[in-house]
């Protein structure tokens, strides 16, 4: 992924966090937990084929879409 989406990711990811009122000591784990289901989002759910798999896929996915709720 580059270098740049990742960036993208998770600034989206926190401007998410914020907007579902997280607090804001909890904004920095939770990015580094779901930037890369933003990432996915980004891309429009293309894996690349060099980059390593998202554990746990399904649930992270699911996490992402309750915080944007």
Known sequence: MTRNVEERARALCAMDAQMAAVPPNEIPALVERLW??????ISGGL????????????????EYERLKR
């Open 47 to 62: 894996l690349e084929p060099d980059v390593p798999q998202v554990p746990d896929l399904p649930r992270l996915r699911a």
């Open 36 to 41: 890369p289901i933003a990432a996915l989002e």
